[in-house]
């Protein structure tokens, strides 16, 4: 049996290391974007946004709703505006990262998709398109980014209490899918031993 403990928990660990090397790496564009906007923001004297978590899942789960689309003159920043996708499942993105309505009504969101998602076009995608009215309003201090396929979301959120993306009340101590998968792994360690 010390054997069979000793296998299983090589593997957790192994899984673990994988789980974090995947998700460091698939931060990497949303990073290089942030920094290159918050350069953008410097360059205009304007205060640079600092990474708003529950904004970040937020930006995820309407990335996830982009999926599989193809880039095309509707969709991102070629939108012409009052024609944006609309997702019928909007409370539900937002329940899934445990906000509501009243604190998010004060935000933008800019869905762009860039194939590969080169990071020089990603950030003009965002810097000379539609969404720069956006990026130079001073009322936006925090931003969430994630990505999906070509698809590349930000979600600004402000230090107002509609566009704080605080998480609603009750929503749990546990905060992260991952923490959870490691919650899970130490579980299953004491009952294999």
């Not at 660990?13 to 920094?35: G, M, P, R, W, Y």
């Not at 080169?118 to 990026?135: C, E, G, I, K, R």
């Not at 999906?148 to 230090?159: A, F, K, P, T, Y």
Request: a negative charge; hydrophobic letters at 40%.
């Amino acid at each position: 049996m010390s054997s069979f403990t000793k296998v299983t928990f090589l593997f957790l660990l192994l899984q673990a290391t994988f789980l974090i090397n995947h998700q460091v790496k698939s931060h990497d564009e949303e990073d290089n974007l942030l920094q290159g906007i918050n350069k953008y923001r410097a360059s205009l004297n304007l205060t640079i946004l600092t990474k708003n978590e529950n904004a970040a899942c937020f930006a995820g789960q309407i990335a996830d709703q982009f999926k599989g689309q193809a880039c095309s003159n509707t969709t991102g920043s070629n939108t012409v505006p009052g024609n944006e996708p609309q997702f019928p499942n909007y409370p539900d993105l937002l329940a899934h990262c445990h906000l509501n309505m009243s604190n998010t009504q004060d935000s933008e969101v800019m869905p762009a998709c860039v194939p590969n998602l080169d990071p020089t076009l990603v950030l003009t995608n965002f810097t000379q398109s539609q969404y720069a009215a956006s990026l130079n309003d001073t009322k936006y201090t925090g931003i969430g980014i994630e990505s999906e396929g070509d698809w590349i979301v930000v979600v600004l959120s402000s230090n107002t209490s509609s566009g704080s993306f605080e998480k609603a009340t009750g929503a749990g101590f546990i905060s992260s899918p991952n923490l959870l998968i490691y919650l899970a792994a130490i579980f299953m360690c004491f009952l294999l031993s």
